[in-house]
């Protein structure tokens, strides 16, 4: 029996050794959303030098060859009032495992809108560090007529975290391991 919608996103999604999609397994554990709607609003943070515009529309930044550790981010885009957001846009850009985001075309970079219960679920690998910075993805996050949200999402346990001058612990994915991959979990929170 397929999970529903929110099992869905407290599901770590298997990746085989090839890096191609399987399965959904059931997570050990639970993912709590980050942060909880009826709070403030998810921080704003520096869109950096690397935004580009005009990103293809796609769910997965994965290309053949790709080298890093498969990633796959889920969550729900809400208002503070702890209404989903539907046909949200996320526009999504990172570096690749070495640390180099692409200037020159749109390799790791991609936008996607919200379903009609404001879920969102990117395909992508975990980004590399370099100098300065700790592990992160950035994001847009724009409702319908709405003010776009510019952040970043960061990942536990990084070493880097107490080191980047951004980094913001408000944004920090919930994130489990499985043998070929991982799955995070970040809930927006957009003031309307």
Known sequence: M????????GVILGVSATGALGPPVLAQTTLTPTPACGGP???????GPYFKPSSPERVSLLEPEM????????????????????????DFWQADAGGRYDNAGFRLRGHQLTDAEGHYRLETILPGVYPGRTRHIHVK??????????????FPGEANNARDGLFDPALLVALADNA???????????SR
């Open 141 to 154: 996050v724009q409702a319908p007529n709405g003010r776009p949200l510019t952040t970043q999402m960061y």
């Open 41 to 47: 609003a998810t921080p704003t943070q520096t869109e």
């Open 2 to 9: 397929a999970p529903s919608r929110r099992e869905f996103l």
């Open 67 to 90: 080298r890093g550790r498969r990633l796959v981010v889920a969550g729900v885009v809400r208002g503070t009032d702890c209404k989903p957001v539907p046909r949200a846009l996320l």
């Open 180 to 190: 070929d991959g991982a799955a995070a979990r970040f809930d927006f929170v957009l």
